[in-house]
Nanobody
Framework: VQLVESGGGLAQPGGSLRLSCAAS???????????ISWYRQAPGNERELVEQ????????NYADSVKGRFTISRDNAKKTVFLQMNSLKSEDTAVYYC?????????WGQGTQVTVSS
């Protein structure tokens, strides 16, 4: 499965962005079996798991710093996963990556830059 992220850019503190992760090279029937995750990596930091959504649509928020502000969702018919980011903070600045996993394989997108600054 190939993944392409989009929707990153510059946002002001308190603003919003919506990231998209579009999958290709896989049927809808197969896409629904993948767990999709959003990670982020800021300069000098390790890659951090932000949110994850399972094949059934259940989601698990892993980063305490984004609870109540970020929401992950998926549109299986469009083979796309979204990350709605509200109330952005400067510390959200990072490259955001989506990842698709169906054990034992994992695929990564190329990342999209999110910069939060006034």
């Amino acid at each position: 499965v190939q993944l392409v992220e989009s929707g990153g850019g510059l946002a002001q503190p308190g603003g919003s962005l919506r990231l998209s992760c579009a999958a290709s090279g896989v049927s809808v029937f197969s896409f629904v079996t993948y767990t999709i995750s959003w990670y982020r990596q800021a300069p000098g930091n390790e890659r951090e798991l932000v949110e994850q959504i399972g094949s059934s649509g259940g989601n698990t928020n892993y980063a305490d710093s984004v609870k109540g502000r970020f929401t992950i969702s998926r549109d299986n018919a469009k083979k796309t996963v979204f990350l709605q980011m509200n109330s952005l903070k400067s510390e959200d600045t990072a490259v955001y990556y989506c990842s698709a996993s169906r054990l034992p394989k994992r695929s990564w997108g190329q990342g999209t830059q999110v910069t939060v600054s006034s």
